[in-house]
């Protein structure tokens, strides 16, 4: 299939089909009771295209602030509601704009299944069609909610060569009644129908993002509470407080969690009589994945998707701890190796060589040393580090590059007592979690370069982590992160463009280079660090409404010093905090925020 851009006009199915091809119009029941005939017109017959799609009302409620979403929701339309009540609440909100005009266009946004057997193979996200819409004012349920439809005039699609007799069965096969909420009323200077696309865009976004298929079997007597506490997630996704990669991977999961939820059903309503036991067992079996996943779903959400919530795997790999023999062994990481390249190692050092990374640090025991020659590599096993080990570059970082895994969710994550890096890049690439996570014990890095993706280095309460004359650019968030209870030494670091968010959101200002979460108060040691163009602040401490002693909002901090060292003083002490010789450029110096 070929599109074209929206200002080439719709697009055109590819006419050089086969038999066998997959891109054959099917009733919704994928073809059954009705004869397959090609989208285009035969050689013998006048081909008549579909005209464009008209523009449609645009989304708005992307652009609302999330303050004003909790205004709408929870104060308005979900006020004192319990969940099962809350379709009722979005019908009722919805047929009351409906009652303002019977009859409008729109374009209904189908999926393409409707109309084509084996639709995976179908290379648009829908298929689109202009209708006349009739609103039946008697429905109950918005997500159920229906509309009387017909083709309208000029007959127009985002698919140009759709034949119109195949849209018109279609649509009889349907009685011609679509469920709402898939129609986008077309741009006009009717006011009315303006007022029904917003509406129409705010319920869409309530069973898109806020509702979840569980809430009606949850008691819960505060659901605009709950609401609410959604609506913060996503703004925290949209402004970056929460990593892109999180919130997406929740979302996948989520999406998950629907299809399986639908899949059970369709099983259940194919079961026409008594089940036999490989069907029971069976919908036993998916009814209990759905449960599994729906728990850890709700779980996560809780935890306002820390990036450590129970989705992430941890390190599951039991330490081995030192050989038998006592006797530790380098390993040479390198494609071959030469008498030149380990004449610098004593004469007693046991030596193994590998191809590759992943083999060595699989061959590791604690006291064992990884030496790295020059080039690119990947190592899955820098998620799993158990064993107190060095792992050092032979030559200038620059030269030593390991990159991690896109598909992998972790890139390197430590639980060994004592583990160090030194003279390496990393470069993140696609994984969820910071570039580095400590989950426990002590991890050191020594002239090394850090390339984030994602977010930066995550110390987890109870690690500890010193970094000296490294490099940390990139973050989606602060290069460094302590949790609550963690310990950090910072010494001749560059830590630089982090924070880089494309919104311009208030919770972006509250984060910088260095991000600390209070209680336990974890303990930070910094000198002689270079902190630049950082979105944001150059260190932010994030303290409860109830912790600690400091007055409400933001206090900053600058290099000059202002009417507030005192007091911060005083906080940085109870923080441990000791920051001397540190060069904060471009940037607030630092910020404390109650959360």
């Not at 029971?280 to 728990?295: D, H, N, P, Q, R």
Request: proline share 5%; charged share 25%.
């Amino acid at each position: 299939m070929a599109s074209s851009s929206p200002e080439e006009g719709a697009a055109e199915v590819d006419p050089a089909l086969g038999e066998s091809s997959s891109s054959w119009p099917a009733g919704p029941s994928s073809g059954a009771g009705r004869s397959r005939r090609p989208l285009l017109a035969s050689q013998g017959e006048e081909k008549a295209e579909a005209d464009p799609l008209p523009a449609q009302y645009p989304s708005h409620l992307g652009a609302v602030p999330g303050r004003d979403k909790v205004a709408l929701y929870c104060d308005r339309l979900l006020r004192g509601c319990k969940a099962e009540d809350a379709n009722e609440a979005m019908s009722k909100y919805l047929l009351e704009k409906l009652k303002m005009k019977e009859k409008w266009l729109g374009v209904w946004k189908t999926n393409p299944e409707l109309f084509f057997i084996n639709s995976e193979d179908v290379l648009i996200p829908f298929v689109g069609i202009l209708v006349e819409v009739t609103c039946k004012p008697s429905q109950s349920t918005s997500s159920h909610l229906k509309a009387s439809v017909s083709v309208a005039e000029p007959f127009s699609s985002n698919i140009a060569n759709i034949p119109r007799e195949l849209v018109e069965n279609v649509l009889d096969e349907l009685d011609h009644c679509v469920p709402l909420l898939e129609i986008y009323p077309v741009e006009g200077p009717d006011m009315v129908v303006f007022d029904i696309a917003q509406a129409l865009d705010v319920v869409r976004f309530f069973y898109d993002f806020l509702w979840r298929d569980w809430d009606e079997d949850e008691s819960c007597e505060t659901y605009a509470a709950l609401i609410e506490e959604r609506i913060k997630l996503g703004c925290d996704i949209e402004n970056g407080t929460i990593p892109a990669p999180i919130g997406q991977r929740f979302r996948k999961n989520l999406e998950k969690y629907k299809n399986m939820h639908l899949e059970l059903i369709q099983y259940q309503s194919n079961i026409k009589e008594e089940p036999t036991a490989e069907e029971a067992v069976e919908c036993w079996k998916k009814y209990y994945e759905l449960v599994m996943l729906c728990g850890l779903l709700k779980i996560w959400e809780d935890l306002r998707l820390r990036a450590y919530g129970p989705l992430t795997p941890r390190i599951l790999r039991r330490r081995r701890g030192n050989r038998d023999d006592g006797k530790a062994v380098t390993h040479i990481v390198a494609k071959t190796m030469t008498a030149e390249m380990v004449k610098d190692f004593s004469v007693d050092t046991v030596l193994q060589q590998h191809d590759n990374l992943n083999m060595a640090l699989d061959s590791c025991y604690s006291g064992d040393s990884v030496v790295i020659f020059p080039g690119e590599y990947k190592a899955a096993n820098l998620s799993m580090l158990t064993e107190d080990i060095v792992i050092q570059g032979a030559g200038k970082p620059e030269e030593i590059v390991i990159v991690s895994e896109p598909t992998h969710e972790s890139f390197v994550v430590s639980k060994a007592q004592n583990v160090k890096l030194m003279h390496l890049t990393l470069v993140q690439r696609g994984t969820v979690d910071g570039i580095v996570v400590v989950e426990s014990g002590h991890m050191t890095f020594v002239n090394c370069i850090l390339k984030c993706e994602g977010t930066g280095v995550c110390v987890l309460t109870g690690a500890s982590l010193t970094i000296t004359n490294s490099e940390i650019t990139g973050a989606q968030g602060a290069g460094v992160e302590l949790h609550p209870g963690s310990t950090a030494i910072l010494e001749g670091n560059k830590i630089h463009h982090c924070n880089n968010f494309k919104t311009s959101g208030s919770s972006q200002g509250a984060l910088g280079g260095i991000n600390i979460k209070v209680v336990p108060v974890p303990k930070l040691k910094m000198k002689n660090n270079h902190i630049y163009s950082n979105n944001g602040y150059g260190v932010t401490i994030l303290q409860p409404m109830d912790q600690l002693s400091t007055t409400g909002g933001i206090l900053e901090f600058t290099a000059s010093g202002d009417a507030e060292e005192d007091m911060l003083s005083k906080l940085m002490h109870e923080l441990s905090l000791e920051m001397s010789s540190n060069t904060l450029d471009d940037i607030k110096g630092l910020s404390i925020v109650n959360s």
